[in-house]
């Protein structure tokens, strides 16, 4: 029996993208048609726009095009992180998955090449909040590739964004040290 620990993106966040996504889409919609919220173009007696409400209706344009573009990348995003459901971090006996090489691509780190695993916070630049890494040191870094998605290298530690894992960061790291104890004892049950 091979132990397999996998952890998506939090199901909550993707909600709440998919939320913001249609609030996007409905703000688009009042914004350019409907006006329940938002002021309609400046018209004359006649019920015809006046050179200032072309130039509002212009502008109402603009931004309704920048709504539903916005909106419609969230709904995407939101929902087909909801639906698909894509593991974040893949752990087994081989090794160690990290979906960082792309927005859905992998880099598979072997146990061999691992020296450790574990939790810690960054502080970025405003030093305020902190965000959950995982932080995994290898012994020789030469071989994975530089430019990574939510993830860094601090000489051959590679940090992880770990923020709005289904999972929490501290989780993982169990996982995986459990997981590197029994690879290095030779048991594989």
Known sequence: MTNRFTTPKS?????????????????????VVMHRLSDPPTTDDDGRLTSKGQTERRTDL????LFVVAGGALVTVGAAGLLKGQ???????????????GPMSYLDIPWDDVVSVRSG????DDGR???PVLLVELDDRSAYPD???GAVWNGNTLQVDADGWEAPVEDVVIRAELILGRTDE???H
């Open 121 to 124: 916070r960054d502080y970025g």
């Open 62 to 65: 603009v931004w309704g095009t």
């Open 186 to 188: 030779g048991d594989y």
């Open 87 to 101: 593991s974040v971090v893949e752990l087994d006996e081989a090794g160690l998955r990290l979906r960082v090489a």
């Open 11 to 31: 199901g909550t966040r993707q909600l709440l993208l998919t939320a913001a996504g249609v609030l996007l889409l409905l703000a688009a919609l009042d914004v």
């Open 129 to 131: 909040i902190p965000t």
């Open 147 to 149: 430019g990574l998605w």
